[in-house]
């Protein structure tokens, strides 16, 4: 999330990957319009953004840490959930060029979930 001015005013954004919006296809990087309120869902261990018109759920784990840095008060206890949640995503890795083989036998080992259940497509790595 970070901080905007329009017309003299402040006003809070979020960014982020979607996926499960209504209208919008999953895994485009968007940013959503003025945030009106935000909670935080401990138990789903989650970010909760309403917008005049829709309520987003921003998974902590996968937040941007060193972006949100620079705007840490938006954030309800963030240093807190900072410490909770930052690295505790291991995201695969593959040097560039290297190809990973997918195959019926590895495919649930090798193929990493994103929140919502949706995959990372297995490749090649530029």
Known sequence: MEERESEGE???IGH???TG???LPDAIDMHISAVEGIHIDE???EA???TRNSVYHCPLAYCRFNKQDAYPDIIPDYERLKEKYKDKIEYPSIEPG???KVDKENAEAETP???GGDLYPAGIVE
């Open 43 to 45: 138990e789903a261990g």
């Open 48 to 50: 909760v953004l309403t």
């Open 16 to 18: 982020g990957i979607v």
């Open 21 to 23: 919006h209504k209208k």
């Open 113 to 115: 979930v994103l929140p």
């Open 10 to 12: 402040m006003y809070s």
């Open 98 to 100: 290297d190809r990973k």
